[in-house]
């Protein structure tokens, strides 16, 4: 008796969570789509329950939900909270009921539980090809396809640009939220349209030879960077060389400090996430940080050996910024940054700070007050 009376708790909790989301999703019919990962997924007409590979797909979800953006989210993994601390307060701040969505892991794809995830009886998974979730083939998607929960892949962090697009149309077709994605990808392709087209016709002679340090400083030996793809694509889009493209086999990579100082970069581009009272070293950026802090810690990362006598730093052309661009959809406001540090007189007509004002206050429902990019002297 007590095990028929939980179902129809269940089931009436069900009912009313359904009934209180009807008025803010939008009713479409079920359909089929294919994926980042390739795999062809139907997707049901109604969807109340998500659960999130990595957390950080937050940052895709925001644009799409807008002030309902924790309204159906029951699990992600933790590493949100973690690598982008100030930002996930702000959200708290912003949608209390954050704090209380269940971790189904901590920071790595090992750590999450398939027992877990199905104890809290999503009806659609949001994964990513790429990063620090469960992949394609994992434990996961298997149990979770065995239950008839539809599991979809999205990715912004191996080919950013193109994919970015991609996985917000996929993101708006099964959150039933095409019109605030294809608003989304307006804006987002207009602005990267007009770098791109400024710099389509530079020679190369003329774009900047520049290395991006990613995660500058938190490793005991220099260099953690970015090759053909991630951080590398926002640097060829915004019309520099990345020293570092002919030398990785893979998107992201290390290479020798040697090798940095013998290719003389034009310009040094360091990236971090920590916060104002974050111990340790590491770039100060994002969410919660001002720009004396950001620019006091950037120095610091530049007074290292080796980068300090990088010419990029010597002359000046030393930069930093978020190291989350990397796997967001805000990384339009990196390719613009970008390509006013290399080419001011080019875009002279360029404003980052306009085109970040304008994001937050058409898309997000969190106005993110920090600095996200910073230049070595005013």
């Given amino acids: 008796m007590r095990r028929i009376l939980d179902s129809w708790r269940v089931l009436a909790c069900g009912m009313v969570t359904a009934m209180g989301l009807s008025a803010v999703i939008p009713m479409a019919r079920a359909e089929t789509v294919t994926d980042l990962a390739g795999r062809k997924v139907d997707v ?8 999130l590979g990595e957390g950080r797909l937050i940052y895709a979800l925001a644009p799409l939900e ?3 953006l924790f309204d159906r989210i029951v699990g992600w993994q933790g590493e949100f909270r973690g690598a982008d601390t100030q930002s996930y307060d702000q959200y708290v701040a912003t949608f209390p009921q954050a704090a209380n969505v269940a971790l189904i892991g901590k920071t790595t794809a090992d750590t999450v539980s398939p027992e877990r995830v199905l104890d809290l009886h999503p009806d659609l998974a949001i994964l990513t090809v790429s990063g620090h979730g469960p992949g394609a083939a994992s434990e996961l998607v298997s149990q979770l396809e065995s239950a008839h929960v539809p599991v979809i892949f999205v990715d912004f962090r191996a080919d950013p640009l193109h994919d970015t697009v991609t996985s917000m149309q996929i993101l708006g077709k099964v959150l039933n939220r095409e019109h605030e994605a294809a608003e989304y990808l307006a804006f987002y392709q207009s602005h990267l ?38 951080m590398g694509a926002f640097i060829d889009a915004a019309g520099g060389q990345n020293i570092a493209a002919p030398l990785l086999p893979g998107y992201i990579g290390d290479i020798d400090l ?3 100082i013998s290719a003389d970069p034009d310009i040094y581009i360091a990236d971090g996430t920590k916060g104002p009272k974050a111990a340790g070293p590491g770039l100060r950026m994002g969410a919660e940080v001002t720009p004396d802090v950001a620019r006091a810690s950037l120095l610091r990362v530049t007074e290292r ?26 990384n339009i406001l990196a390719v613009e940054v970008m390509a006013k540090w290399f080419h001011p007189d080019l875009f002279g007509d360029l404003d980052p700070d306009a085109t970040q004002k304008e994001l937050y206050a058409r898309f997000l429902p969190v106005r993110q007050e920090g600095t996200f990019w910073i230049n070595a002297r005013p």
């Fill in 258 to 260: 040697e090798k940095v």
């Fill in 44 to 51: 049901p007409a109604s969807v109340h329950r998500i659960i």
């Fill in 193 to 230: 349209k007009h770098v791109t087209d400024r710099v389509a016709s530079l020679p190369q002679a003329q774009r900047p030879k520049v290395f991006i340090e990613m995660l500058a400083a938190m490793r005991e030996s220099c260099c953690h960077t970015a090759g053909k793809g991630n």
């Fill in 305 to 330: 050996p080796g980068i300090s006598s990088l010419r990029a730093v010597t002359t000046g052309h030393d930069y930093g910024i978020w190291h989350s661009f990397y796997d967001s959809p805000y």
């Fill in 66 to 68: 807008k002030q309902h």
